[in-house]
């Protein structure tokens, strides 16, 4: 009996260390892919990551769905853009979460903002009313890989925080992720540079940080203000710049219609491209790697075609 006793006790002990590591992940969910994918690169398989939006949805406006919920219940460690990208859904979903853990300034909310560099920081009076929705300034400054490096840095410090026994394997793949993501800026700055200074037009403004960083010169917008659809006398406006300035290219995020696109290009001649401003927003970008890949190749295919160098 005893034997049986002490072999059940044994038995359990043993099935303790798979099962403990299993609960040990930390569960970090994110709003979007982009954040979820930089924190697989720094937490591997010592967390567990959930997106919320999906790249090939506006962030701005995404529709939220009870399934959000139970992420955020679930989660230890939330992740935002920030500048008030989500305001639109996500003040609601954590408040019915219900999880103090990932309440705005509890020590599971991470706002990924904070440590990067931020363009079109309003200088005057802009209220949402006006129907701007970037009134903190640009909230897609993911897309200049030098602020990717930032924010996986500020992720890394904490998961460091909740898991300071990890802070070595932590480490290892923040330096990791570091050394690829310089090997992919050397070969992304190389791709771009025959085109430094080409002039493009974007729908929504997604690509600030992506254009300083690699040297596009965005000259319109097929939005008359962030959020605000185009307006036939914008586009009439638009159309002429771009006749007059020979610009080629329009960029388009996946989610917007393309029948205003598709009219500029008809007017203009230029190349109406779909180029998604997030991971997931096309099949071919499952990863922060992969979304720069995409994004660079697209363009300098279209400026190729278009004769530019
Ligand atoms: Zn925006």
Redesign the pocket.
């Known amino acids: 009996m005893l034997n049986r006793i002490l072999t059940c006790v044994l038995l359990a002990l043993l099935a303790v260390p798979g099962t403990a590591a299993a609960q040990s992940k930390l569960n970090v969910v994110t709003t979007t892919e982009d954040l979820a994918s930089l924190a697989r690169e720094v937490g591997g398989d010592r967390i567990t990551v959930e997106g919320i939006a999906r790249g090939y949805q506006?962030?701005?406006f995404v529709e939220a769905k009870p399934s959000f919920i139970l992420k955020l219940q679930k989660a230890d460690l939330l992740i935002v853009v920030g500048r008030e990208?989500e305001i639109g859904w996500l003040p609601p979903l954590i408040q019915q979460s219900r999880n103090a853990k990932v309440q705005v300034g509890a020590a599971g909310y991470l706002d990924a903002s904070l440590g990067v560099r931020i363009l079109e920081i309003p200088t005057g009076q802009i209220t949402r009313a006006m129907g701007d929705?970037?009134p903190l300034g640009?909230?897609?400054y993911w897309m200049d890989p030098e602020n990717g490096r930032l924010i996986a840095r500020e992720i890394a410090g904490k998961l460091v925080e909740f898991r300071p026994a990890d802070r070595t394997y932590f480490e290892q793949r923040l330096a990791d992720f570091n050394t690829r993501l310089t090997a992919a800026m050397a070969r992304w700055t190389a791709a771009m540079a025959p085109y430094k200074g080409m002039k493009v037009v974007t729908y929504?403004?997604?690509f600030p940080n992506f254009a300083e960083r690699f040297g596009l010169d965005i000259v319109g917008y097929v939005e008359p203000r962030?959020?605000i659809p185009p307006s036939p006398s914008h586009t009439l406006e638009l159309i002429q710049e771009m006749k007059r300035l020979g610009v080629k290219i329009v960029l388009v995020e996946p989610y917007f219609d393309l029948g205003t696109p598709n009219a500029i290009g008809r007017a203009t001649g230029a190349q109406v491209l779909e180029m998604p401003p997030s991971v997931g927003g096309v099949k071919e970008a499952p990863d922060y790697f992969s979304l720069f890949d995409y994004d660079i190749a697209l363009l300098a295919k279209a400026a190729k075609a278009a004769g530019l160098k």
């Open positions: 506006d962030p701005h990208l929705v970037h640009n909230p897609h929504h403004r997604s962030p959020g």
